[in-house]
C-alpha cells in the first residue's frame, strides 16, 4: 500500500524538526539533564510539528540510549514504540471526551508501565474535552503517579481551562518558515527520485500556510500528474490561476476605471473564480505593496523575485494612503462576505468604491483624494500641457490678469501664466525658468512676445493649448462664512442682520426681529425698542453673539445703539410700550389678545 509523503518523511527525532528550534531545544536539555516535566502542553496551528514532536518525546523519555537528547532509534524500547508499544498511549479527545473516558485513564494509569521507565499518554485535541471531563483529570495532573507523564496537543488553546494550563508546561509551535519548507520539499523531491523547481517548491510553501503536513500533501499530488513539478503544475493542483489578473485589477484601480474592473470580475466569476478567495487574494497583494513601499525586501514580503520586480513597478503608481484605503475596504468587504447569500454584490460594491473615492467621506478616502490630485498636478501641469481632471478629463482654461502680463512682458519680454496655488507643482515655480517657458510655448523663435493691447471683448486668441483671458482679479472659491472688513471705524448698517436672526430659535427670534443693527470694527449695535433691544444685548446675548460671530467671520460683541448725543429718549408713548410688551409677551410664547 502507498504510504503518503507527510506520513512517510515524518521526523523521528528532534533534530529532523524544522522551524521549532526553540521547542526541540528545551526538551533535549530537559531530557539530558533529567529534569522532564510530568505534563506539557503543546499548541499551534496545524501541520507544524505537535504530535511529532509527542511521539519523539515519548520514545526519548523510555530510551536506554539517547544521543544527545534524542533518542537512539535503535534500542528496544525504540523500535517496539514503533511497533504499537503498549506504554506509550494516543488518546484522540474529539471521540474520547467524556468524564467515563477520563475515568478509565485515571484507574490505568496507576497500574506500573510493562517494559519502559514511563507511561505516556498522548492526548491530541484536548480542547474538545467536557468541562466535567477536564475537572475530572485536575487531580491526576497535578499530581500524577511517578511513571506516568502527560502530553496534550491543541490548535485552539483558548478553550482549555486555566486550571489545565497552570498544571502544564507549555510550548507554542511556530508556523513552518518558507525557506525551511522549501527546503525540506527540496529534499524530499530528491529522496523521491523526482525534480521539483525552486519556484515550485516556494508556491507549495506559500499556499501551504506554515503547514508542513499540507506542504507535503501537495506535493504528493503534484507527483501524481507529473515527475516534473513546475510552477504551473502547482498551481493547476492547488486550483489556483496566476498573479496577472491581480496586477490588473489594481491597474484598473489606480487608473478608476469601473466599467473594465466589474467586466474583469464577470469573467472571473464565469471562470469559477471564488469572490471570497478572490477578495483575500487582493488582500494579500495590496499588503505586498505596503510593505515593498515601506521599503521591504523579496524574503520578507515573501514572493518569488519575478513578482517582487512586478510589484515593484506597480508600487510606484500608489501612494502608501491609497493602499491603506484599499486594504481597509478589501477587509470590511472580505468581513461582510461571510454573512450574506451574494458575496458577489459585496464585492462589487468594494470596487465601486475604490474607483469612486468621493462616495467615501472619511478620513482615509479624502487623503488619498488629496494624495491623488497631488500626483496629478505634479506629474500634469506643465508650461504647454493643460490642465486635465481627472476622472472628466475636460480641458480647463487657465486664467491670468493684464497686470501680470504686462510686468513679465516688461521683465523678460515674455509673459508667464500665474496658476492658482492648488494647480502649482510643488517646489516649481513659472517665474524661475523664463527661458524654458518661452520656448516651450513659442518654439525656437527668439522674437521677445509683446501683449497686445485689450481687445473688445476682454478675450486674447488662444495660444497652443491655453485659452487665456483677461480678468481683473483671479475667482476665488466662495467662502461658507460673509467676511466683513473690520478695517473701518465708522458706524456702516448690517445688511445681514435679519439673516442672523433667522437662525436663531422662534422663541428668541420673536423678540428680537423688529431690530435693527450697524457694525463698527467687532463690535455690533442693535437699534430698536427699549426691550426688544434689552433682550438682544442681556437675556439673549451669548446666543445672538455665537450667531453673529459665524456669520460674519470673526469674533464679534453685541451691545445697543445709542444716538450721538449719547441719549436715550426717556419719555416712550404709550402705544410704544404696549407694542413692546406684545413683542415681549410673544418671545416667552403667551398669546394677549389686543383691546
Not at 470580475?265 to 497583494?285: F, G, Y
Request: aromatic share 6%.
Amino acid at each position: 500500500m502507498y504510504l503518503a509523503l507527510y506520513r512517510k518523511y515524518r521526523p523521528r527525532t528532534f533534530d529532523d524538526v524544522i522551524s521549532q528550534e526553540h521547542i526541540t531545544t528545551t526538551l533535549k536539555n530537559q531530557l539530558k539533564n533529567g529534569q522532564s516535566s510530568h505534563a506539557y502542553l503543546f499548541t499551534g496551528s496545524r501541520g507544524t510539528g505537535k504530535t511529532t514532536c509527542a511521539r519523539i518525546l515519548a520514545k526519548a523519555l523510555n530510551c536506554t540510549d539517547l544521543q544527545n537528547g534524542n533518542p537512539c532509534l535503535e534500542c528496544d524500547s525504540c523500535r517496539s514504540i514503533d511497533e504499537d508499544y503498549s506504554d506509550i498511549t494516543e488518546i484522540d479527545a474529539a471521540s474520547n471526551n467524556g468524564v467515563d473516558d477520563v475515568r478509565d485513564l485515571k484507574e490505568e494509569s496507576f497500574y506500573a508501565p510493562m517494559s519502559g521507565k514511563y507511561k505516556v499518554y498522548i492526548i491530541d485535541e484536548v480542547h474538545m474535552l467536557t468541562t466535567n471531563a477536564f475537572n475530572a483529570l485536575l487531580k491526576l495532573i497535578e499530581e500524577p503517579p511517578p511513571h506516568v507523564v502527560f502530553i496534550f496537543a491543541t490548535t485552539e488553546v483558548h478553550k482549555v481551562p486555566a486550571t489545565i494550563l497552570s498544571r502544564c508546561q507549555k510550548f507554542e509551535f511556530r508556523r513552518i518558515d518558507i525557506n525551511d519548507s522549501k527546503k525540506r520539499l527540496l529534499w524530499v523531491a530528491e529522496q523521491e527520485n523526482k525534480n521539483l523547481t525552486d519556484d515550485a517548491a516556494f508556491l507549495i510553501s506559500k499556499i501551504s500556510e506554515g503547514g508542513m503536513r499540507d506542504a507535503l500533501s501537495l506535493l504528493d499530488q503534484c507527483f501524481a500528474i507529473s515527475d516534473n513539478v513546475t510552477e504551473d503544475i502547482v498551481r493547476d493542483c492547488a486550483g489556483i490561476s496566476g498573479s496577472e489578473y491581480l496586477f490588473r485589477i489594481c491597474d484598473l484601480i489606480n487608473r478608476q476605471n469601473t466599467r473594465e474592473l466589474l467586466i474583469l470580475l464577470d469573467e472571473l466569476i464565469a471562470k469559477s473564480k471564488d469572490v471570497t478567495r478572490l477578495c483575500e487574494e487582493l488582500i494579500s497583494h495590496f499588503r505586498s505593496l505596503m510593505l515593498i513601499k515601506s521599503g521591504a525586501d523579496a524574503l520578507a514580503v515573501q514572493v518569488t523575485t519575478a513578482d517582487f520586480d512586478q510589484l515593484k513597478a506597480q508600487c510606484d503608481t500608489y501612494s502608501l494612503e491609497q493602499i491603506m484605503r484599499c486594504i481597509s475596504l478589501l477587509s470590511d468587504t472580505f468581513t461582510s462576505m461571510g454573512r450574506v447569500r451574494t458575496p458577489a454584490l459585496y464585492l462589487e460594491m468594494c470596487f465601486i468604491k475604490l474607483c469612486t473615492p468621493k462616495l467615501d467621506l472619511d478620513e482615509k478616502s479624502l487623503s488619498s483624494r488629496i494624495d491623488r490630485l497631488e500626483q496629478i498636478i505634479g506629474n500634469g501641469v506643465s508650461a504647454n500641457t493643460p490642465y486635465y481632471n481627472s476622472i472628466s478629463e475636460e480641458k480647463r482654461p487657465v486664467t491670468t490678469t493684464k497686470s501680470n502680463i504686462q510686468k513679465e512682458t516688461e521683465q523678460t519680454g515674455a509673459f508667464r501664466i500665474d496658476l492658482p496655488d492648488k494647480l502649482k507643482p510643488s517646489g516649481e515655480t513659472r517665474q524661475e525658468k523664463p527661458d524654458d517657458l518661452r520656448s516651450a510655448v513659442f518654439g525656437n523663435d527668439p522674437t521677445p512676445f509683446k501683449a497686445p493691447d485689450k481687445p473688445e471683448n476682454d478675450v486674447i486668441p488662444p495660444i497652443g493649448d491655453f485659452k487665456v483671458s483677461y480678468s481683473e482679479d483671479i475667482p476665488e472659491e466662495p467662502e461658507e462664512s460673509v467676511s466683513i472688513s473690520p478695517a473701518s471705524h465708522e458706524i456702516q448698517p448690517l445688511t445681514i442682520w435679519q439673516d442672523i436672526i433667522s437662525t436663531l430659535p422662534v422663541s428668541i427670534k420673536l423678540g428680537v426681529q423688529s431690530t435693527n443693527a450697524y457694525i463698527r470694527e467687532n463690535e455690533i449695535l442693535v437699534e430698536g425698542g427699549s426691550i426688544a433691544v434689552g433682550l438682544a444685548t442681556n437675556d439673549y446675548r451669548n446666543e445672538i453673539q455665537k450667531a453673529a460671530s459665524k456669520a460674519i467671520g470673526r469674533n464679534v460683541t453685541i451691545s445697543a445703539y445709542e444716538n450721538e448725543d449719547n441719549n436715550i429718549p426717556e419719555n416712550i408713548p404709550e402705544k410704544n410700550k404696549v407694542s413692546n410688551f406684545l413683542d415681549l409677551a410673544r418671545s416667552k410664547g403667551i398669546t394677549i389678545k389686543e383691546q
